[in-house]
């Protein structure tokens, strides 16, 4: 797809975060109506009853602990998104081609799902990539939340070698960063909390 030239300063700035810090934090990825548009389609599927707890692990170590992880989720799929999920599909389609053109990163897809974590539920502090598979090569999260406060908590808090960065989850805001080496954790919110978070894959590389 063809990278316009908005989108191409966006995805350098995700690009140079990763490659002084290993993750980037990237203020209005998405306008607000892209952001609102969203977030219509995200509540319409809430209400809709087509999330479901989130789990921890895969294959036989996959487990569903609240203890550990609270948010609901509902996997994005091309096949039934509104418009505004296909369009943020092609938005990650053309992201990741332009990751392989200018990076040479060999990525082969993407995976993502809404995100929910209701009142008072948290992710405790884990890494995004599995022990036994290691395609996912880069976690994005985008936040779909209207008027988010510091009182609201929800942060996202990455552990740097030497420091925490804690993000908060502003609508519009993307966080992008290499999934096998940066471990964080969701705080406890004071309001349901909205994301759409996902993974760019590079597959075949056990």
């Known amino acids: 797809m063809q990278t316009t030239m908005v989108a191409a300063s ?4 995700l690009i140079d975060g990763i490659t002084d810090h290993h993750y980037a934090v990237l203020d209005d990825f998405l306008s607000m109506e892209e952001v609102n ?24 170590q996959f487990t569903k602990d609240k203890t550990f ?23 990650m389609d053309t992201f990741m081609s332009y990751l392989n053109r200018t990076c040479y990163t060999g990525l082969t897809g993407f995976e993502f799902h809404y ?8 992710y405790q502090r ?3 990539q599995f022990r036994q598979d290691d395609s996912r090569r880069y976690s994005v999260i985008c936040y779909l939340n209207e008027n988010w406060q510091p009182e609201h908590g929800g942060e996202l808090v990455i552990y ?3 420091r925490e960065e804690v993000i908060l989850p502003r609508g519009g805001r993307v966080v992008f960063f290499e999934s096998a080496l940066l471990e964080h954790e969701v705080k406890i919110a004071t309001r349901p909390r909205y994301s759409l978070t996902g993974w760019l894959r590079r597959d075949g590389m056990v």
């Open 69 to 91: 992880r609270g948010d609901l989720i509902h996997w994005l799929e091309r096949a039934s998104a509104t418009p505004a999920g296909l369009s943020f599909l092609d938005k």
């Open 160 to 162: 740097l070698p030497d």
């Open 37 to 60: 548009s969203l977030r219509q389609s995200f509540e319409e599927k809430l209400e809709a009853g087509a999330f479901h707890r989130a789990g921890i692990g895969q294959g036989e």
């Open 115 to 122: 995100a929910v974590y209701p009142v008072g539920t948290f």
């Open 126 to 128: 884990h890494l995004d």
């Open 10 to 13: 966006a995805f350098e700035a």
